[in-house]
Every structure is written in structure tokens, then in C-alpha cells.
T-cell receptor, first 115, second 109 residues
Framework: NAGVTQTPKFQVLKTGQSMTLQCAQD?????MSWYRQDPGMGLRLIHY???????DQGEVPNGYNVSRSTTEDFPLRLLSAAPSQTSVYFC??????????????FGPGTRLLVL | GQQVMQIPQYQHVQEGEDFTTYCNSS?????IQWYKQRPGGHPVFLIQ?????EVKKQKRLTFQFGEAKKNSSLHITATQTTDVGTYFC?????????FGQGTRLTINP
């Protein structure tokens, strides 16, 4: 199993550009989520999905869109990038919602710089 | 806002010294998880605590869950350079898994 994969590893954008961060998992996990990591802020939940066709907002959803058309994939879209979105983005998956202590498996991360 | 607080934010120790990070919640947690993130890496699950007052050990690492299930700690005895990284706790104060801000451990060899 590859686990959780993310692409790209690094990305530089100009303000206003759009892009999609890809995330895929091959563990047949129902729950997938996106976090951003900023210095001193820990891991903040952006969006999450409890299964195909179902998504919901996390703590910091503004400026991001998600969709979950398949169990395996959970892309994160930035429609109009802003410098405040410069961050490291992690995708994670687990057997279920994580509220019962299921282990979260993280991808390697995408480092995004918005100029 | 952040519902799971973690202190300290940074800790620098000499190799061989002990290290402790603390995690606190204003509400009762059903369980607490701990993760380690090596520099440049991604968070990796270490352990989960479920029971009130639970203590678990992994070699030099000792994890505790408070009696009231509102706080937890991770203690590393005699740190080694391989312990360098950021340690996160994570709990469910209200329906969603929330991560603490993390404690970044650096070690002087």
C-alpha cells in the first residue's frame, strides 16, 4: 500500500492564480481531511469528508473548496490564491471520523508559497 | 478557536536531559492521541490513551492521561538526537478531532 499520497510536493503561485492540491489513499478509508500547518498554529482543519459525496467545513475553510467523488481521492482547490494561504498542507485519512480515536494517516505534505 | 492547548511551544534541551510536553482541554476528552513530526516530515501516530488515569510507555517515552480526562502529558527520559521534532496531541473536545499547537523539541548533542 502507498498509504496517503499528495501532489505536488512544492508549488509557487502568484496571487490570484488557482490550483488543485491532490490527495489519494489506497486504504479504503471513509474519512479524509485537509489540514494546514503554520508556525505556532499547529494543524488546523480546513475541510473534511466522511465518505464519497459528503464534505463539510473545518476550522479554516475560507478560500478553499473540496469535493469527494470517490473514496480514494480528496482534492483541495484554491480558487484565487492569496499570500495568507502560504503554508504546508497535509491530507489525512482514517477508518472513520476520528472522533473515536481512529489513527490519522498523514500524507507527505504540499509546501505552497503564494507571492 | 483552539480547544486543545499544548505547552510549551518550544523546548531546547541538552542530549540526555528529560523533556515533557503538556496538553490541556477545557472539556472532557473521550481519548487523546499523540503524534510526532520529524523536521520536514509529516505527523506520525505514536499512541492513543482512552482510560482515565491511563499510563503507557514506549521505551523512553511515557504518556499519561489525566484522571479527569482533560489533560495529558508526554515525557521523554534521557533525550537522544533522534527525538528531535514536533510533538502533537489530538483530542475530541466537541465532535471533531482537534490538534494542539505542538511542542517543537530541539536537542544540543
Amino acid at each position: 500500500n502507498a498509504g496517503v499520497t499528495q501532489t505536488p510536493k512544492f508549488q509557487v503561485l502568484k496571487t490570484g492564480q488557482s490550483m488543485t492540491l491532490q490527495c489519494a489513499q489506497d486504504m479504503n478509508h471513509e474519512y479524509m481531511s485537509w489540514y494546514r500547518q503554520d508556525p505556532g498554529m499547529g494543524l488546523r482543519l480546513i475541510h473534511y469528508s466522511v465518505g464519497a459525496g459528503i464534505t463539510d467545513q473545518g476550522e479554516v475553510p475560507n478560500g478553499y473548496n473540496v469535493s469527494r467523488s470517490t473514496t480514494e481521492d480528496f482534492p483541495l482547490r484554491l480558487l484565487s490564491a492569496a499570500p495568507s494561504q502560504t503554508s504546508v498542507y497535509f491530507c489525512a485519512s482514517s477508518q472513520s471520523s476520528g472522533t473515536e480515536g481512529e489513527t490519522q494517516y498523514f500524507g507527505p505534505g504540499t509546501r505552497l508559497l503564494v507571492l | 478557536g483552539q480547544q486543545v492547548m499544548q505547552i510549551p511551544q518550544y523546548q531546547h534541551v541538552q542530549e540526555g536531559e528529560d523533556f515533557t510536553t503538556y496538553c490541556n482541554s477545557s472539556t472532557t476528552l473521550s481519548n487523546i492521541q499523540w503524534y510526532k513530526q520529524r523536521p520536514g516530515g509529516h505527523p506520525v501516530f505514536l499512541i492513543q490513551l482512552v482510560k482515565s488515569g491511563e499510563v503507557k510507555k514506549q521505551k523512553r517515552l511515557t504518556f499519561q492521561f489525566g484522571e479527569a480526562k482533560k489533560n495529558s502529558s508526554l515525557h521523554i527520559t534521557a533525550t537522544q538526537t533522534t527525538d528531535v521534532g514536533t510533538y502533537f496531541c489530538a483530542g475530541v473536545p466537541s465532535q471533531k478531532l482537534v490538534f494542539g499547537q505542538g511542542t517543537r523539541l530541539t536537542i544540543n548533542p
